[in-house]
C-alpha cells in the first residue's frame, strides 16, 4: 500500500512565502514523476508544478518565477516553494506521484489535499 501525506498549508499575506511538503511511504519501487496541482473554488483542478524522476521540471505560466519545486529522492519527498504569493494562488494544493510499486505496478496516487489560503 503506498500513500502520500502533505504538510505545510494555511494563510499568508500576499507576497508571502509558503513550503509546502509531500512524503510517499509503502511498498516503493520507484517513483517517475511528482508533482503538485491545485483547485481553486469554482474551477477545475490544475497543475501547478511537476518534476520528473532526472530533475526536469515544469511549472503552470501562471506560478513560473514564483514557485519552485523540488525532490529528495532517499525521503521519496516532493517540495513546492511557494514565494511572492498571490490571493489567486488560494486554492487547495493536491499533491501528485507516479510510484512504480513492488506489489501493484505503475500507478497515480494523490494526498489528501492542503489548504492555502493568500489573503490579508
Known amino acids: 500500500q503506498v500513500q502520500l501525506v502533505e504538510s505545510g498549508g494555511g494563510l499568508v499575506q500576499p507576497g508571502g512565502s509558503l513550503r509546502l511538503s509531500c512524503a510517499a511511504s509503502?511498498?516503493?519501487?520507484?517513483?517517475?514523476?511528482m508533482g503538485w496541482y491545485r483547485q481553486a473554488p469554482g474551477k477545475q483542478r490544475e497543475l501547478a508544478a511537476a518534476?520528473?524522476?532526472?530533475?526536469?521540471?515544469n511549472y503552470a505560466d501562471s506560478v513560473k518565477g514564483r514557485f519552485t519545486i523540488s525532490r529528495d529522492n532517499a525521503k521519496n519527498t516532493v517540495y513546492l516553494q511557494m514565494n511572492s504569493l498571490k490571493p489567486e494562488d488560494t486554492a487547495v494544493y493536491y499533491c501528485?506521484?507516479?510510484?512504480?510499486?513492488?506489489?501493484?505496478?505503475?500507478?497515480?496516487?494523490w494526498g489528501q489535499g492542503s489548504q492555502v489560503t493568500v489573503s490579508s
Open positions: 501528485y506521484a507516479k510510484i512504480l510499486s513492488v506489489t501493484v505496478g505503475f500507478n497515480d496516487y
Open positions: 509503502g511498498s516503493i519501487f520507484s517513483i517517475k514523476t
Open positions: 518534476i520528473a524522476s532526472d530533475g526536469s521540471t
